[in-house]
DNA sequence: CAGTGAGCGAGCTTCCGCTTGACTT
């Protein structure tokens, strides 16, 4: 009998839902979308290949008709489907109930083409009641929130397809723009300008220890006014002139001032001047949402955006949270009443919230297909089991949901504040104290809020009274400094985008990836550093398509999607609007005229201040950024040099340094100079300068420019150098610093130089090494590549990059993990390495569980499963979910 | 096996959103 096939996006939700439909029903997944617009150009038909427009994708000129293509690495699934649409009585298109999961299903049915019923149905949450509800809510598909998909992927594809190109011929190839990145890094380029525009102010104040008479016990006050008036403090200060701000009546104490008053206020007496007691309340936050649990693991675990999804990932399919891609903060029936019960048990009746509370999604363009990120199941795992199953890092992350989720559904925290203000001759002081008086939610979980205004511990002063004398135990005088604001971490990015609508919860994490992958952004330490090719670009989009870049673009986009899938706005007119222009200029215009403007030489310059009539200026270059007077004078930037860093002063150094050419570091051969440079492949040392063909060295692999004296400088530029004879083929012995790294050759005999120098090496051990058996070609590539990337210091373990026969990957000795693509091997940093392992050890684990109970469950079949692994996926995924039954019921008792 | 800041082919690069690929060095 034929039974019924539902397709949903997820696997892992498939494998959910399989258990609650039971025999009749087959449910497979479709792994996202299945069709797209062509990506590059191999992807185009080859009968429209020679229209302009369809490199676009889209026939701008006949209604905006689109050509989709099947992806290469979607082809076996949609081969798959077809073949179960055949064999099914009827089709359940059950994808996500948002514009994207809409879209899906339309292109499902315009490919599978099925002649069998068809009906759409959406589940809110994965539980046996919400799926047999929807069962019986069946409806069609919602043309007009398609076709609001598509206007959403034809501006996106428009914007990003016609603009990027420009780039390309105005600056440098390969770069990029779009809606979602060319904000992202306007963002950062605005926060460094206000670094680079920012003036420090520097102010002092006094901190005082104060006793009651007679008491050793003492508590802190700070020096609040003087004469009446209030005292600077950080945020009097104009940040861009870095004086009082015009407005503000404080009064600037420096240094020498706040020592005067300190030594008279020594000589005085001190009283209380007022006490005033204040209740104060604070509520919990919503649980997890895609960007909450992005940034609270990077504040809290130091998680990467990607490490965090990754890892999340992980628990999903092991079934220990939710979804993790969401930006709904709603809670099930069934979260509730888990939630309720743990609260109880954990922390007691009394901590638990009278009422549920429902918190509002704040997000403005919140599709909410999902529930919020939460423990799965109707009862929570305890942190230990994910530990015991996936290891500490995934641990802690489920710990965080955890937490964060019961602590929705708790008490609010209350406590009192008591200000009291304390009056020494014509100064005043200001003491806090606090007491929590019911810590509630704060028991399971301290969000950033609370954990930066006020904590969670009481800071108590003694029982004062109004009027009483006391002691003045010491007073100090404090220097200050105003900070410029802070750059944003990948968390805050996250953040600010989302705040503004743009970006949804299954990009975030390549957002980040793609304005560093990019080069429009480095990492130091946890924050983000735009660099001087973010600037240039942000200032040429600022330019000429400041509609783009607008920070609302995404937002009034939202609402005319919002339009057109309520059927109120026709999708065509509204992108021949955005394309053509109606009352403005759309993008093609926009477009034609920057190509006829937009002059090269001043979209690569970025702007740093005049030198008498010159004007220095960082250009784009083609092997990157650098300094430039106008007059042919260039130098060189330091590598991750930051834009706030490059002041005038800075840039003059840097030039003045460049022109008087590289500091010789003594005589060599002939009383030639010896200098260190850095070309295009690196340091490298040079023999004399005016000669047709200068002698060059480069460096050895971990030598620095720094580290390399006359001494080590000479040895070098003896190379290649003949040690002797080999007297197994009687050929000279060559020792040589080559493209792969150093090197000696005896012939056609070579050896690539791991442990030894090759400054160092001598005869007897080049003829040993001559007569080892040759590493193979790749064992040799893989040697050379074998970089020490740094010491984890929490492992304290050593990590290493090196390249075997599946790429480049990093070791910390007993894990291996590959490099993904789209990292740049010569970029990879200690962080990049720990991530990506810690990601692996999480996936490790977790396999590891898998494997054991396959191995409880059927383990005569398990030799068996090893050899036909490949030819027989299906049967062994259907394994692996009777396994998992088991293991789950297990836990659950 | 080359040491920049740029002059020539030919053809390509690029967007945002959905989802998880392969398991070793």
């Not at 649980?287 to 909450?292: A, K």
């Not at 109880?344 to 599709?367: C, H, P």
């Not at 040895?715 to 150093?742: C, H, S």
Request: charged share 30%; hydrophobic share 35%.
């Amino acid at each position: 009998m034929s039974k019924t096939l539902v397709i949903v996006e997820s696997p892992t939700k498939a494998k959910t839902i399989r258990q609650f439909l039971g025999n009749d029903y087959v449910v497979e997944a479709s792994f996202g979308h299945i069709r797209d617009l062509p990506n590059s150009a191999s992807e185009i038909p080859e009968d429209v290949k020679k229209e302009k427009w369809s490199r676009l994708g889209i026939n701008v000129n006949k209604d905006f008709e689109p050509i989709y293509v099947i992806p290469s690495n979607k082809k076996k699934k949609v081969t798959e489907l077809k073949k179960l649409v055949k064999e099914a009585s009827d089709l359940l298109l059950a994808t996500d109930e948002d514009r994207e999961g809409e879209s899906i299903s339309w292109h499902l049915l315009n490919v599978l083409k099925p002649k069998i019923p068809v009906k759409r149905l959406v589940f809110h949450e994965i539980t046996k009641k919400a799926i047999n509800d929807s069962l019986s809510n069946a409806r069609t598909i919602d043309d007009n929130l398609v076709k609001a998909q598509e206007t959403r992927r034809f501006i996106d594809r428009l914007f990003g397809y016609t603009v990027s190109p420009l780039l390309w011929k105005k600056m440098i190839p390969r770069l990029s723009a779009g809606r979602v990145q060319s904000v992202a890094i306007r963002l950062l380029v605005e926060r460094e300008r206000e670094r680079i525009n920012f003036k420090s102010a520097s102010y002092s104040d006094l901190k005082g220890d104060f006793s009651k008479i007679g008491s050793n016990e003492t508590f802190e006050g700070v020096l609040s006014t003087v004469d009446g008036k209030k005292v600077a403090e950080s945020k009097d200060f104009d940040p861009i002139t870095g004086s009082l701000l015009k407005n503000s009546d404080a009064i600037l104490l420096n240094r020498e001032k706040a020592n005067e008053l300190k030594a008279k206020l020594e000589k005085s007496k001190v009283f209380v001047e007022s006490i005033s007691k204040k209740d104060f309340v604070t509520k919990p936050q919503a649980p997890f949402v895609t960007s909450s649990l992005q940034q609270e693991a990077n504040r809290k675990l130091r998680f990467t955006a990607r490490m965090t999804m990754q890892v999340a990932q992980t628990l999903y399919e092991n079934g220990f949270i939710t979804y993790m891609r969401t930006d709904s903060t709603n809670l099930s029936d069934e979260a509730l009443n888990a939630c309720q019960k743990l609260i109880k048990d954990e922390f007691g009746v009394e901590y638990l919230s009278d009422t549920t509370r429902i918190y509002k999604t704040q997000v403005k363009n919140a599709q909410e297909a999902h529930e919020a990120i939460r423990p799965a199941g109707a009862i929570f795992t305890p942190t230990s089991e994910v530990r015991a199953k996936l290891g500490i890092e995934a641990s802690k992350l489920y710990d965080m949901i955890l937490k964060r989720t019961l602590a929705s559904q708790m008490k609010d925290s209350f406590g009192e504040r008591v200000n009291v203000t304390l009056k020494c001759d014509n100064a005043t002081f200001k003491a806090v104290g606090k007491i929590i008086k019911f810590k509630g939610y704060l028991r399971a979980y301290i969000d950033e809020d609370t954990e930066l205004n006020q904590g969670d511990e009481d800071s108590l002063l003694p029982n004062m009274k109004e009027g009483e004398e006391l002691e003045i135990k010491s007073l100090l005088t404090l220097s200050h400094e105003t900070q410029p604001p802070n750059r944003y971490t990948e968390g805050s990015l996250i953040k600010e985008l989302e705040s503004k609508g743009i970006g949804r919860p299954s990009t975030w994490a390549t957002v980040v990836d793609v304005v560093l992958s990019r080069t429009y952004a480095f990492k130091k330490q946890n924050a983000l550093v735009p660099t001087f090719l973010a600037m240039a670009v942000t200032n040429l989009m600022e330019k000429d398509f400041s509609e783009l870049v607008d920070y609302k673009f995404t937002a009034h986009l939202e609402d005319d999607l919002d339009a057109i899938a309520r059927g109120e706005k026709n999708n065509i007119s509204y992108l021949k609007d955005f394309y053509f222009g109606n009352s403005h200029l759309g993008l093609d215009e926009l477009v034609k005229k920057g190509e006829e403007t937009i002059d090269p030489k001043l979209a690569c310059g970025i702007y740093i201040g005049k030198d008498g009539d010159k004007t220095l200026e960082v250009r784009i270059g083609k092997f990157g950024p650098f300094l430039s007077d106008g007059e042919g004078n260039t130098a060189a930037l330091p590598d991750m040099m930051c834009p706030d860093e490059l002041t005038l002063e800075k840039a003059k150094e840097l030039l003045e340094i460049a022109k008087k050419g590289p500091v010789s570091l003594g005589k060599g051969d002939g009383d030639k100079n010896i200098y260190v440079k850095t070309g295009r492949f690196g340091p490298y040392v040079q023999l004399g300068e005016n000669e047709e063909e200068p002698k060059m060295v480069s460096l050895l692999p971990n030598m620095k420019p720094d580290d390399v004296t006359l001494d080590i400088a000479l040895k070098l530029l003896e190379l290649p150098k003949t040690l002797g004879k080999f007297p197994d083929n009687n050929e000279d012995i060559v020792v040589a610093n080559g493209k792969f790294g150093p090197y000696i050759q005896a012939g056609k005999e070579t050896r690539s130089l791991v442990d030894i120098s090759p400054i160092e090496i001598t005869l007897d051990e080049a003829i040993k090494l001559l007569r080892e058996p040759k590493k193979r070609g790749r064992g040799v590539a893989r040697k050379t590549l074998n970089k020490e990337l740094g010491k984890d210091q929490v492992s304290e373990e050593f990590i290493y990059l090196k390249s075997g026969a599946f790429g480049p990957y990093v070791t910390n000795g007993k894990i291996n993990a590959s490099i993904p693509k789209g990292y740049n091997i010569d970029e990879v940093t200690l962080d990049d390495a720990i991530t990506l392992l810690q990601a692996r050890a999480v996936k490790l684990a977790s396999m590891e569980n898998e494997e054991e109970g396959d191995e409880n469950v059927e383990s005569p079949k398990k030799a068996k499963k090893t050899i036909t692994k490949k030819s027989s996926t299906k049967k062994s995924t259907s394994k692996k979910t009777t396994s998992k039954k088991t293991t789950n019921k297990a836990s659950k008792k």
